[in-house]
């Protein structure tokens, strides 16, 4: 083979060598990075029918605790974990955990907010939905103008 490949002139020794550099960039992409590509998609949309099914659990979880504790005679209670999740969507926070307790109140975390879209948010739960918001507690995350947050949010 190294004698084949010395009686070739420069021209297509260097032709070779760039072909062969050529396939072996397209080996490493047909046999690595596409199918992690490929596999990171199905991961996403899998991630994403995870959550919104954690989303209609959630929702479940609060209306039964919410029966339990004081019955059907309270109608005008709303859902708070329907409530948050829609109301976190509108101003493009993530929530990481949310958690109702037996009390009826739900503990809220968010991560990587945006301080004023959190404040937005505090606004429009306290002073249009009419909530209460019991417990706030705000450190600096590690990008400016972002800060996780805890809150802790009842019924008014």
């Given amino acids: 083979m190294k004698e084949w490949l010395a009686g070739l002139n420069q021209r297509e020794q260097l032709s070779l060598v760039a072909l062969g550099f050529a396939l ?3 080996l ?7 199918p992690l590509s490929d596999r990171r998609e199905q991961l996403a949309a899998q991630n994403k029918s995870v959550a919104q099914s954690l989303q209609r659990v959630d929702a479940m979880v609060s209306e039964i605790l919410r029966l339990r504790g004081g ?4 109608s005008t209670q709303r859902n708070l974990t329907a409530l948050v999740n829609q109301s976190t969507g509108r ?10 307790n037996s009390r009826g109140d739900i503990q809220v975390r968010l991560e990587n907010a945006v ?5 937005a948010w505090l606004d429009e739960i306290e002073n249009r939905e009419g909530l209460l918001v019991t417990e706030v507690a705000i450190t600096q995350s590690g990008t400016t103008g972002r800060v996780n947050a805890t809150i802790r949010i009842a019924q008014a």
């Fill in 24 to 26: 072996g960039l397209y």
């Fill in 91 to 100: 101003y493009s926070l993530q929530v990481s955990r949310l958690q109702p």
């Fill in 28 to 34: 490493v992409y047909m046999l690595a990075w596409a």
């Fill in 71 to 74: 019955g059907a005679a309270s």
């Fill in 115 to 119: 301080f004023d879209q959190l404040l």
